[in-house]
């Protein structure tokens, strides 16, 4: 590949599964390894993404391990009195608290942030903006159920923006990319069979049809972005970087499994470093 293609990295979200690319990313900073033009996160992997772009490290690893480990954050007793499961109003104030986002250095770069419009069940992507951008964070986070209600930017109604594009590897490609590296947060041969997700989640969106259909194909959307990258255009080099084990969920609270899922990141960050430098595509 030529110094002149165009490159992206890709950060897909997951709820806590996300303390994996926090691992990543805290080993790029650390080798002051940053090759590429665009940026591309959904819910949890926009999250990482912002913090890795004003470079602050480690400011991921211990929202995992300490900011949402706290029982404001997940709380079924908030839920079962009708608030939040998971209450991003609540992590937002307080990291702007103990730990504030460098917010300008997230702007400045060519970054995008996956949300998924309520009216029309479609992916936008939001460009980074210092007076938007932690809205926008927030609505690319909010799950249906865990997070009640949507988050409105600029009149526009937004939930979590994996409901509608989880990998954003083809809108790097479509934003002219031709060297992609894409940061799972599942292992390589994950493809998605959820049955709530795709079959009971619409059921709660009967008044909004297309954010029901838009639902009800994020299993086919999901593994056809899969098959984007394992064969992707013959101009194009993709370069997955996934877990070899996972062993965090959307919502766990075992610090230790957290712990030991950003060690595994940090240590398959060491050998995306070394693919993409020796230019060779594939999975690592």
């Known amino acids: ?3 002149s293609v165009k490159t992206a990295l890709v950060v897909e979200g997951g709820g806590m599964r996300g303390v994996f690319a926090a691992g990543v990313l805290d080993c790029f900073l650390e080798k002051n390894f940053d090759p590429f033009d665009t940026y591309l996160g959904v819910s949890a992997g926009a999250c990482n993404l912002a913090s890795h772009l004003g470079k602050q490290f480690g400011r991921n690893y211990r929202s995992y391990t300490e900011y949402m480990l706290l029982p404001e954050f997940f709380s079924l007793k908030k839920y079962l009195q009708g608030s939040h499961y998971m209450d991003l109003d609540w992590l937002w104030d307080h990291m702007a608290r103990v730990e504030p986002l460098n917010v300008k250095g997230a702007a400045e770069k060519e970054f995008y942030m996956v949300v998924t419009r ?8 939001l460009r980074a903006d ?3 951008l932690f809205e926008a964070l927030k609505a690319s986070c909010a799950m249906p159920l865990l997070y009640q209600g949507v988050v409105n930017i600029e009149g526009s109604e937004y939930l979590d923006g994996g409901l509608a594009d989880s990998i954003p590897v083809q809108e790097a490609h479509r934003r002219g990319a ?6 799972r947060s599942q292992l390589a041969f994950y493809s998605k069979k959820s049955f709530w997700e795709n079959r009971c989640i619409p059921l709660f969106f009967r008044r909004n049809p ?3 259909q838009a639902l009800s194909e994020r299993e086919s959307r999901y593994n056809s972005v899969l098959s984007f990258i394992k064969n992707p255009p013959t101009d194009t080099e993709v370069l997955e970087i996934c877990p070899s084990t996972i062993r965090s969920g959307r919502t766990t609270r075992a610090r230790h499994l957290l712990e030991m899922d950003y060690a595994e990141g940090k240590r398959m960050g060491l050998c995306a470093i070394q693919k993409w430098q020796q230019n060779k595509p594939g999975n690592y």
């Open 118 to 125: 309520v009216q029309t069940g479609g992916a936008v992507y």
């Open 1 to 3: 590949m030529e110094d």
């Open 210 to 212: 297309a954010l029901r």
């Open 178 to 183: 031709r060297r992609i590296m894409v940061i």
């Open 130 to 132: 210092e007076r938007t």
